[in-house]
């Protein structure tokens, strides 16, 4: 049988650092993601066709940016990065080369999750706010 004291006496502080690591990294991703993609569904909905001030070109662009961005893998994407996240976190490895490009990867997902809740939001509440 599985000795779990054997495991946790020497694996322990391994696995207490990797959990810590990964709580770490999906919080600060979550929190970056959200702040990058609030403001671009915001975008999305004002600059739609029936949005409070329509664009086309804008509302073009930056649906064709979050819809790239939502379908390119995330394995690729991190490689694709990895000169990008250098320069933003001076490395690519451990936690803060992590971040990167989990960020960049969940942004179009906030963004999109926020276009669709405020296009089911009744639109004269949205022009009073």
Known sequence: MFDFSAFFAQYGNLFLQGTVDTLIMTCVATILAYVIGIPLGI?????????????RIVSTIVGWIV??????????????????????????????????????????????????????TDSGLVEAA
Request: proline letters at 10%; charged letters at 10%; aromatic letters at 6%.
């Open 43 to 55: 975008l999305l909905v004002v600059t739609s066709p029936n949005g409070l001030r329509p664009n």
């Open 67 to 120: 819809n790239i961005g939502r379908s390119v893998p995330f394995i690729i994407l991190l490689v694709a990065l990895i000169p990008f996240t250098r320069f933003i976190v001076g490395t690519s490895l451990g936690v803060p080369g992590a971040v990167v490009p989990l960020v960049v990867t969940a942004a179009p997902f906030a963004a999109r999750m926020v276009e669709q809740s405020l296009e089911e």
